[in-house]
C-alpha cells in the first residue's frame, strides 16, 4: 500500500488497533505540551498516577496563557508548574519567552513525531511535520506517564497545492480560503495532509500559521512534509540534526483530494463571530477600524512582524487608532530588534506587549463600545 505522510507516522507509533475507519488504534506519544491554563490540572492528574518522571523524550510547560497577575493566584499556579516541572524532568518555559506553539515549532517540533498537548492549537507543530494533537488533561497526563493515546482511525484529507501566493497574499489567506471551503463543521475525525508544488513556495512559519488554523474546521491535526523548507528553518534554529524527510508515498491513497491553485486566492477576513464567516477583504474597503491586535499563536513569527514593521517603517499611525503588536516568543523579538525593526513599530506609535497570549485568549486589550477590531487571531468569539 502507497503510503500518506499520516498513515507512515501513525503506522511508526501504533501500539494497538488496526487501521481501517471506525476502529480505535493506540499510538505512542514522543513529546507534551502544556501551559499555565491548562498545566496546573493536568500537573495534579499526573502528580496522582505515582510515576516518579515522565516518560516522554521531552515533555514541556509553559508559562504563556495567565501573565496578567492582578492577584496571587496566576502567580501560585506558576510556582507550582515550576516547581512540579523540576521535580518530574518536564521543560519549563517562564513567562516572557513565548507562546507555546511558537516556541515549540522553534525549539522542540522534530519531523515524524508524536506531540500531544493541552491545548487544542498544539497541530501547529505540523508545519514540521509531525503529527501534532491538541487533548484532554488527563489523555496529556497519561501520555506524561507513558500511555498510549487512543483515537478513531482517521479520514486523511489531502490538500493538493499548486502556483504560488501572488503579492500581499498571505498563509492566513490560505487558512481561511480553507475554512470557507469546509466550513467550521462536519470535519471531525478527520486529518488535513498538504502537498503538491505549491509548497516550495511556503516556509515553515508559513506552513504553521495554515496548520494551527486547521483546528477551526474541526480536524484532529494538520500535517505538511518535512522537506527542504523545513531543514532550511532547523538550520536557522542551530538544529539541523534533528531534520529527517518526511514525504508521502507517489500515488498514495486518500479519502478525499481537495485542489488548490495558491494563485487564485485573494486577501481573506473572517467577520463576526466565527472564523468560518469568510469574505473577501476588498468587500469590506472603507470600513472605519478602531483597533488592530497584530500577534498570537497564529501570526506572531519573525516573518510576521517583521512585515509589519516595513510596512510601519517611517510612517506613523492614525490618531483614532490603537494598534497593539506582540511577538511570538523572546526569540523574535530579539531578532527584530537586532535589525532595528522593532524601532519602526514603536516609532510609529504602536504598542509593544509582552510576548504571550495576551488579547487572543481575552488578556487585556478590550475595544471600546461598539468598535470595529481587527486581529491576527485564529478566532474572532464574542
Known amino acids: 500500500m502507497r503510503r500518506s505522510i499520516i ?33 496546573t490540572m493536568v500537573f495534579q492528574e499526573f502528580e496522582s498516577l505515582g510515576i516518579e518522571r515522565v516518560k516522554t523524550e521531552y515533555s514541556v510547560n509553559y508559562i504563556d496563557h495567565n501573565t496578567l497577575q492582578m492577584g496571587p493566584e496566576n502567580s501560585d499556579d506558576h510556582c507550582y508548574l515550576r516547581t512540579v516541572s523540576a521535580k518530574y524532568g518536564v521543560i519549563f518555559s517562564k513567562a516572557g519567552n513565548g ?50 493515546f ?24 490560505v487558512a481561511l480560503t480553507v475554512l470557507e471551503l469546509f466550513t467550521t ?7 488535513f495532509e498538504y502537498g503538491g508544488e505549491g509548497l516550495k513556495s511556503l516556509s515553515v512559519p508559513e506552513r504553521a500559521t495554515i496548520a494551527n ?5 474541526g480536524v484532529t491535526t494538520t500535517v505538511f512534509p518535512s522537506d527542504e523548507k523545513t531543514r532550511e528553518f532547523l538550520k536557522a534554529e542551530g538544529r539541523e540534526k534533528d531534520w529527517t524527510p518526511v514525504k508521502a508515498d507517489d500515488g498514495a491513497q486518500y479519502d478525499e483530494i481537495v485542489e488548490m491553485d495558491l494563485s487564485k486566492i485573494e486577501p481573506n477576513i473572517a467577520c463576526p463571530h466565527s472564523p468560518g464567516i469568510v469574505k473577501r477583504v476588498r468587500d469590506l474597503s472603507g470600513l472605519k477600524v ?17 512585515i ?7 510612517k506613523k499611525i492614525h490618531p483614532d487608532l490603537s494598534l497593539i503588536v506582540a ?10 530588534n537586532r535589525e532595528s525593526a522593532l524601532g519602526a513599530v514603536l516609532t510609529s506609535g504602536a504598542r509593544f506587549l509582552e510576548c504571550a497570549c495576551g488579547f487572543c485568549l481575552g488578556a487585556g486589550q478590550s475595544p471600546k463600545t461598539e468598535a470595529i477590531s481587527l486581529r491576527t487571531s485564529n478566532r474572532n468569539f464574542l
Not at 185 to 191: E, L, Y
Not at 327 to 336: E, F, N, P, T, W
Request: proline content about 3%.
Open 7 to 39: 498513515h507512515k507516522i501513525l503506522e511508526n507509533h501504533l501500539v494497538s488497533g488496526r487501521f481501517a475507519r471506525g476502529q480505535e488504534i493506540a499510538i505512542q506519544i514522543d513529546q507534551t505540551l502544556t501551559h499555565d491554563a491548562s498545566g
Open 99 to 148: 507562546i507555546c506553539h511558537q516556541v515549540h515549532l522553534e525549539r522542540f517540533a522534530i519531523p515524524g513525531k508524536t506531540l500531544l498537548g493541552a491545548d487544542s492549537h498544539t497541530p501547529t507543530c505540523g508545519a514540521m511535520g509531525m503529527i501534532a494533537i491538541g487533548a484532554g488533561g488527563l489523555d496529556v497526563a497519561l501520555a506524561m506517564g507513558g500511555s498510549p
Open 150 to 173: 487512543f483515537l478513531v482511525y482517521p479520514r486523511v484529507i489531502k490538500v493538493h497545492l499548486e502556483n504560488q501566493l501572488r503579492p500581499w497574499v498571505s498563509a492566513k489567506d
Open 185 to 191: 463543521q462536519g470535519n471531525v475525525g478527520s486529518f
Open 213 to 217: 488554523m486547521g483546528t477551526e474546521c
Open 290 to 306: 478602531d483597533q488592530v491586535c497584530i500577534g498570537s499563536c497564529t501570526n506572531a513569527s519573525y516573518r510576521d512582524i517583521k
Open 308 to 314: 509589519v514593521s516595513e510596512i510601519l517603517k517611517d
Open 327 to 336: 511577538a511570538g516568543s523572546r526569540q523574535v523579538l530579539q531578532m527584530i
